[in-house]
């Protein structure tokens, strides 16, 4: 299962990025030619994310479409099917650019359930009146 080298990936991402702290969600763009599914990529992050800061994170993705470029009409089509076929003249005979990018765009972290001081007024700076 390829799924789980593209989880192990996104893992290492999203703990550098939280630094220490507790992940809710993972926001990840893969590209079609990964042949990656939510269900199939949270499953494997789910068995490898254990005892880490995205333990119990959801990881949501966003197919990244694959540019296809016809070699027998020259037409240009983007398809987020890792196997498809021109749309002009519905020729296999095409070439890829992209679709085999991973990208982590965003994480989400789990809310703290305390944070001292006031959240209307503090500014970073805890020390009060001289």
Do not use: W
């Not at 296809?68 to 076929?85: I, K, Q």
Request: charged residues 25%; aromatic residues 2%.
């Amino acid at each position: 299962m390829h799924e789980f080298g593209i989880a192990e990936a996104i893992l290492i991402a999203v703990e550098k990025r939280a630094d220490g702290r507790r992940v809710r969600r993972a926001r990840v763009h893969a590209g079609a030619l990964l042949r990656v599914t939510e269900p199939g990529i949270n499953q494997a992050f789910s068995s490898i994310s254990g005892g880490s800061v995205a333990e119990d994170a959801h990881v949501e993705l966003v197919i990244v479409p694959v540019r296809m470029t016809c070699r027998s009409c020259g037409s240009t089509s983007t398809s987020v099917e890792p196997f498809a076929v021109c749309a002009g003249c519905g020729d296999t005979d095409i070439d890829t650019e992209g679709g085999d990018d991973l990208l982590l765009e965003s994480i989400q972290m789990a809310e703290a359930s305390h944070v001292p001081g006031n959240s209307r007024r503090d500014r970073g700076n805890p020390v009060g009146p001289s």
